[in-house]
Nanobody, 128 residues
Framework: QVQLRESGGGLVQAGGSLRLSCAAGGRTFGTYGLAWFRQAPGKEREFVGSIDWAGGVTSTADSVKGRFTISRDNAKNTAYLQMNNLKLEDTAVYYC?????????????????????WGQGTQVTVSS
């Protein structure tokens, strides 16, 4: 089992930046892929991006491509989501999740069903 905890959310003005962290415990961190999802009020959970177990392959949604970057540090058991040039529509609760399949390959259309462990989420609010 994997335990995940997100941090780093907050209130930021449009055009600003935030870096979210996802600290992991339980199963050896370097053995599974990770993803970031987000959910805005009244909307479905949306894929933001993902990274493979080694950190060598990533995929991001078109809505954040060029602005958000996913990375991981297996020595620190932590994954990151660097968010730049934030927009009002980026306001949401952001979740990290661990892939069920140890051979998970990041792809832009990954759905929540591919991930078996989730953090509690961290709120990101972008203001004008």
């Amino acid at each position: 089992q994997v335990q995940l905890r997100e941090s780093g959310g907050g209130l930021v003005q449009a055009g600003g930046s935030l870096r979210l962290s996802c600290a992991a415990g339980g199963r050896t961190f370097g053995t599974y892929g990770l993803a970031w999802f987000r959910q805005a009020p009244g909307k479905e959970r949306e894929f933001v991006g993902s990274i493979d177990w080694a950190g060598g392959v990533t995929s991001t949604a078109d809505s954040v491509k060029g602005r958000f970057t996913i990375s991981r540090d297996n020595a620190k058991n932590t994954a990151y989501l660097q968010m730049n040039n934030l927009k009002l529509e980026d306001t949401a609760v952001y979740y990290c999740a661990a892939a069920r399949n140890p051979y998970y390959t990041p792809k832009y259309d990954s759905g929540p069903e591919a991930f078996g462990s989730w953090g509690q989420g961290t709120q990101v609010t972008v203001s004008s």
